[in-house]
Each structure stands twice: as C-alpha cells, then as structure tokens.
C-alpha cells in the first residue's frame, strides 16, 4: 500500500508522523513512502534523511494526498486538505472530531475512511497512540503554567518551588490519568504543592502509593472541585473521555475563585476543554484573560518539543500504520484496537461517543 507523510498545517506544527527509521521499515516491508518536502525539518529530519531511507520526496501536498493511499498526519486535516479527500483514501491520525464539526462533515461528504490515534483502545484498555502525547501534554502544561506564573508573562510572579520562607506555587491538577499524572510528577519535581482531583480511587490510590504526602488526593465531587480550585497558583485540566466532548466541569465561579493573575492551562481542549470559559487556542496566540486568570488552551502542545514529541509517538503509532498497510481497512478491523479507531466510514460516524458528541452540530 502506497504510504503518504505530508507537512503538517497547523500553526507552529513541527512534528512528522513517521521517521527516517520507521519509513525505513514501511519500505522494506513493500510499502513505498512518499513524503511531502519539509514534512520532517521540524522534528530535526531532512529530506536526505528520507532519501536514504529509500522515501519519495514530492514538492506539493496535493502530490502527496493523491499518491497516497494510506495517508498518515499527526494532526487533524487542515481546511486547505479538504479539497483533497476522497472516497479511496485512508486517514490515520489524531482527528478529535467531537469538538471539530468542520473537519467530520468534509470527511463525511468525501466518504474517507478515517481511523483515529486517540481512540485506538489496546486489549487491556489502554490508549497506546494516545498516551505518548499525554504524558508530554502533562509535563507540558507544568512548564508552560510556571512561565506565564511569572510576573513579565502576566502572572501572579509565584515561584513554583517557592524559597526560604516564601511557600510553594499551589498547583490543582484535574484529572489523574496520564496527561495528569505526568503534570504531577512534574509539578512535584518542581517543589510544588500539589493537589490532584480524580473520580477513580483506584487512580488516586496509585498517585498516593508514588507520591506519598508530597501530593493530596481528592475524590471529585463539585463541592470538592470547588475547594480545591479556591486560590490555586495553577489549575491544570486534564478530563478525558476518548472520542467524546470533554464535560466542563470547572465553572467559571471556580476560575475565578483562582484569583487575579493565577493560570490555568487545559490540556483537554483538544475534545473541546474542561472549564465553562475554555477556548482553543494556537503557538503564535497562546493565552487570553478570562476574570484575570490566564487562560492556555493550545490543541497542540507536544508541538513545542517536536523532536521528541515525533520519536515517542511515531514509535506507538508504527505497528499500527503497518497492520493498516498490509491488510487494509477491512480486515484490519477485525481486531479489536482498529475497530475502536475506525471513526468514518461511506459517509457515516463509526465511533458511537464522537457521533453523539456531534449529532447536534451535523444535524
């Protein structure tokens, strides 16, 4: 199966789908590659390093799409890439179709056959393409919340280690999954004090058996959430439901309880955010001010450190993008994990969360 890697349109996106290396092992397995010129100098991968593992390199995205047959991105289809869906194509990347209407109805009416990273779902009930990107989203948001904290940046000027008789920044993480507990485990590296607000025991049990008292855990409830956001330094969403709108569970009573000049960085805004006043937003505009909270609602945050944002994902996604070339669509989904990312197909919502997430706006 001819396998195509254009260069990814989104503002500031420098990852590739696939390495030098993986290509290498796509070709020597009867899949030719070809790659769009430029698609890997973000992630610190030239042209010749395709070359010389036996890839085409084409001049123009629209060579790429329709050479392809299998056409691998990381990240959602641009509005300038609609124009080249059709019925023959299959698409593999991260979609997240539930907070984007206008990318699932192009995919729709062109009849693609799309399957998602995010909700590939391995036997034991793992997201295996999802959680390389969660866990460096996690460290992402605690790095990226200390910075705007600073006070040239915006913030309240709280220095997450604090000092000799100055405390700790206060960070409330929300969500104990993989993206959350990575945000804790930085945080706490970092000196903080760190709460941490799940629904699952069993997570936050876990969180407790790592941690100990350098993080308090808290089961979720709205009195609890409310609690806990009250006079935060940095609040961190990370509330997942694969394939689905994320729920807005953080009010904007909470946000404001924060106080003037706190941040708050949600790494759910991929599936729409977590907080009634969540918006997306992109690398050249990062932030906005809601009630004086700084607001950080970039949908692509492992961008920022696409070398090694490329590395962990392109080895998850690997196996998967050859089970896909070598038996095709059809009977790749016969296993359990394709079938769970088969999201679009002959114009209908194969995944049943994003099809209700979406059935008022594509009604």
Not at 124 to 143: C, F, H, N, T
Not at 161 to 186: L, T
Not at 229 to 246: E, F, K, Q, W
Request: proline share 6%; hydrophobic share 40%.
């Amino acid at each position: 199966m001819q396998i195509g890697v254009p260069r990814e349109r989104k503002t500031l996106e420098k990852r590739v789908a696939i390495t030098p290396d993986g290509a290498k092992k796509l070709i020597s397995l009867g899949h030719p590659v070809c790659i769009e010129s430029g698609a890997g100098v973000g992630s610190s991968f030239s042209d010749d390093d395709y070359r010389s593992a036996g890839c085409t390199i084409l001049n123009s995205l629209a060579d790429v799409w329709n050479r392809a047959e299998l056409l691998v991105k990381v990240k959602e289809p641009d509005d300038s890439e609609f124009a080249l869906f059709r019925p023959s194509l299959v698409l593999f990347d991260f979609l997240h179709l539930a907070s984007l209407p206008k990318v699932a109805q192009a995919l729709l009416d062109k009849k693609v056959t799309a399957f998602a990273y995010e909700t590939l779902r391995s036997t034991d009930g793992r997201l295996p393409l999802l959680e390389p990107m969660s866990e460096v989203a996690g460290k992402l948001s605690i790095l990226n919340g200390a910075f705007y904290l600073l006070s040239q940046n915006g913030g309240r000027g709280v220095l997450m280690g604090g000092a000799a008789g100055a405390p700790p920044a206060r960070v409330v993480v929300v969500g104990a999954g993989i993206a959350g507990h990575a945000a804790c485990a930085s945080a706490v590296g970092l000196g903080a004090n760190v709460t941490i607000v799940d629904i699952n025991k069993d997570k936050l049990a876990a969180i407790e058996k790592e941690f100990g008292h350098r993080v308090t855990t808290v089961i979720s409830t709205p009195d609890s959430l409310r609690d806990a956001c009250r006079g935060a330094d940095l609040l961190i969403g990370a509330v997942l439901i694969p394939g689905a709108a994320t729920p807005r569970i953080i009010t904007r009573e909470m946000i404001r309880s924060l106080g003037e000049r706190a941040v708050f960085v949600d790494i759910s805004i991929d599936q729409g955010g977590c907080a009634e006043t969540s918006k997306p937003t992109n690398l050249d505009n990062p932030v906005y001010e809601v009630d004086g909270v700084i607001h950080y609602g970039v949908c692509n945050m492992p961008a920022q450190t696409p070398r090694t944002s490329t590395m962990a994902l392109a080895a998850a996604t690997l196996p998967y993008i050859i089970k896909l070339a070598t038996e095709g669509p059809v009977k790749a989904t016969q296993s359990p994990e394709m079938r769970h990312a088969l999201t679009c197909k002959d114009g209908e919502l194969t995944n049943e969360l994003t099809a209700q997430a979406l059935s008022r706006a594509l009604s």
